[in-house]
């Protein structure tokens, strides 16, 4: 999973959508820069990135990324934009659509959506089930499901996990994949989250090359999101990735503006 996908997946906990209401629509702008260190003389990678979320607190939240890259001697841009549209008090969706303009490194193009249902008395456990499409500049695809669980804990405690189950194209490579994350903290105050992944990836790709195989990884990271005033903040992304081919190590820094 691309390291824009799981910043996504941490946004879905802090920023749970919520019922159309008479409160005022917020959100938050931000921007920063990365940077990761990789083994096996595969160099460093370094980008801009630049986000943002608007309608927390309607039934219709709206959020947009923009990366700038340079990984594995390739420079290009990715961008995302998505929508979380309540349904109702106890179903929302979420839908999103991404794309680059060069390189193989980053999906050509990217369309991921899913459904949520929340259970219990004031819907602090929510259920998902979604799916994705991934196509890449050198041919080869990827199409997936997923299902997911979030549990909204007292003292600002949140639970989070997941599986997907992938299949790429050409070569018919199955692969599978897990994650766990815990999260602790509420907006105008600090984010902190905890997240472990582990499981099969079907494609590494090096630059132009794209080898077709069912190979392991894992990787653990840590987000920090604090409000230094009300209104500003900064957020730090820490990561350590490793597969059989390479370790990266990095993460990254930026500056954001709640509203």
């Not at 934009?81 to 659509?97: A, D, E, F, K, V």
């Not at 994350?181 to 499981?199: D, E, F, I, N, S």
Request: overall charge positive.
């Amino acid at each position: 999973m691309h390291r824009l996908m799981r910043c996504a997946c941490v946004l879905g906990v802090l920023l749970p959508p919520v019922c159309a209401s008479t409160a005022r629509a917020s959100g938050y702008v931000e921007g920063g820069a990365m940077n990761y260190r990789l083994t096996q003389g595969y160099g460093s990678w370094q980008g801009l990135y630049a986000a943002g979320v608007w309608g927390v607190g309607s039934g219709t939240v709206w959020n947009w990324e923009l990366d700038h890259n340079r990984e594995f001697g390739q420079r290009a841009s990715y961008g995302v934009i998505g929508l979380t549209q309540t349904l109702s008090p106890r179903w929302y969706t979420s839908l999103s659509l991404g794309g680059s303009n060069a390189g193989d490194i980053m999906p050509s193009r990217r369309f991921d959506a899913s459904l949520a249902r929340k259970w219990l008395g004031g819907g602090w456990l929510i259920t998902s089930v979604g799916a994705s499409r991934i196509e890449f500049r050198d041919g080869h695809k990827t199409s997936a499901l997923n299902a997911g669980l979030v549990a909204y804990l007292p003292a600002d405690w949140v639970l989070q996990g997941g599986h997907d189950w992938a299949r790429s194209d050409p070569g018919a490579a199955f692969a599978g994949r897990s994650f766990v994350a815990v999260t602790q903290g509420r907006a105008g105050r600090h984010y902190l989250t905890l997240r472990y992944g582990w499981g099969g990836e079907a494609y590494l790709v090096l630059g132009a090359n794209a080898l077709n195989v069912n190979y392991q990884s894992r990787d653990i990271s840590l987000n920090w999101r604090q409000w230094v005033t009300p209104d500003w903040g900064f957020s730090l992304y820490l990561e350590d990735y490793s597969n059989p081919y390479y370790r990266r190590t990095g993460g990254r820094i930026g500056v954001f503006y709640a509203f």
